[in-house]
């Protein structure tokens, strides 16, 4: 099955508060290296034939983001078998 994976983040000028508190959180889990942390949304979009990138950025830019506060990022995913997938 065809997959588009779209990436949507706040823009850099916004701020993020969730964001703010995984990195508020990280030197108590003994993480003292990390300067920054933004947090968004990643939406899977699975097509019966051929993924269709100008189709998702459609989507995206009427659906899933919010264009004032927000950008998106738009790439094809390769099936699962050909791809390596790490699992945490």
Do not use: Y
């Amino acid at each position: 099955m065809a997959r588009v994976v779209v990436d949507v983040m706040l823009k850099p000028e916004i701020l993020d508060p969730q964001g703010q508190a995984v990195a508020n959180a990280l030197p108590r889990l003994g993480v003292s290296d990390v300067s920054s942390v933004r947090i968004g949304r990643r939406i899977e979009i699975e097509f019966a034939g051929e993924p269709d990138p100008d189709t998702a950025r459609e989507i995206a830019d009427k659906l899933l983001a919010n264009p004032v506060i927000e950008d998106f990022t738009i790439r094809v995913e390769e099936p699962a078998g050909d791809a390596a997938r790490v699992n945490a």
